[in-house]
Every structure is written in structure tokens, then in C-alpha cells.
């Protein structure tokens, strides 16, 4: 096989790249996993590209993370349907929509409870770590209207049934 030329197979799938789930075993701060039926394949990852280009997928009712950095996204959907949270927006998105993720902006794709949502993201090659939101921020989008019922609902504080 010329890996310079890797054929598609079905199903969003590449001869020669690796499909990675993620465990769901990391909480936020309201204690639900912070992403959910969702895998990545890393499709280009050459040091002289200086980038990325990796194809996530989240199955029917998925969800990526919740999270802002210091580097930059391009995203741009590839399958299904789903809604993105961007900042203090949240949107609906669908194929060949084109997402620009700036700088320490919060960001989180969701499939439809009914579709799939895959999208591909380039990303810089050497790049920061992930935040997270605490439970004071997670709450401030909360309290956000355009926000709140896009986000999972809050649990009760604890001693409340
Ligand atoms: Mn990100």
C-alpha cells in the first residue's frame, strides 16, 4: 500500500487509520461524563504540515467536550446533524458547515438524539491542553439563556432528593 494514498472504506472509515473511542470516565464539574459516544481518527499528522487534521464522530445523542484552549480550531461537519455551542451561541449545524473556533472560546458539538454527527477539525500540531469549565463557569452558561437547554441540566445539590 502507497501511504500517501489511503482509500476511504465505508462508514467514514480509512484504510491505515486508526479508530479511537474515548472513555467516558472523566466527570465535569456537574458530574456527568464530559463527552459521550464519540471517536476520533487522526487522518494527517505530519511534522512538516505543522497541523492536524483529525475526524471526530459522535454517535446518535454524543457529545464532544466542553472545553476552551489557547490554540485554534477549523471545523468543518462532514455527516449527520447536531448542534455546535460556541461562545454564548448555540447553533445548528449540518454538512459542509464551516465552524471557526477562536482563541479561550467554549466549545462543544452535539449529535442529534436521532443522527450521527461527524465532523473534521484541523488543529496546529504542537498545541496547549484543554480546560475544562469549573462549576462556577459551568454554571454561568447555565444561567445563560441561549445557553441552558443545550446544556445538561445541573444536578441537585447534594441533601436535595
Ligand atoms: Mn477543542
Not at 484552549?69 to 462532514?78: K, P
Not at 477562536?102 to 461527524?118: N, S, Y
Not at 462556577?136 to 441533601?159: C, D, H, I, K, S
Request: charge should be negative.
Amino acid at each position: 500500500m502507497n501511504p500517501k494514498i489511503r482509500p476511504s472504506t465505508p462508514d467514514f472509515r480509512w484504510d491505515g487509520v486508526g479508530v479511537h473511542p474515548y472513555k467516558e470516565d472523566q466527570l465535569d464539574a456537574a458530574g456527568s461524563p464530559v463527552f459521550r459516544a464519540i471517536t476520533r481518527q487522526t487522518l494527517f499528522s505530519e511534522p512538516a504540515l505543522g497541523c492536524e487534521l483529525r475526524y471526530f464522530e459522535m454517535a446518535a445523542g454524543g457529545y464532544s467536550t466542553l472545553e476552551r484552549h489557547e490554540h485554534s480550531h477549523a471545523v468543518m461537519i462532514f455527516r449527520g446533524h447536531g448542534k455546535c455551542l460556541l461562545g454564548g451561541e448555540v447553533r445548528d449545524v449540518g454538512p459542509h458547515d464551516l465552524i471557526t473556533i477562536p482563541a479561550w472560546t467554549w466549545h462543544q458539538f452535539r449529535a442529534e438524539a436521532d443522527a450521527p454527527l461527524g465532523f473534521l477539525c484541523m488543529v496546529n500540531a504542537q498545541r496547549d491542553k484543554p480546560q475544562l469549565p469549573n462549576a462556577v463557569e459551568l454554571a454561568a452558561m447555565q444561567a445563560n439563556p441561549a445557553l441552558a437547554e443545550f446544556l445538561a441540566p445541573l444536578p441537585n445539590p447534594p441533601g436535595t432528593p
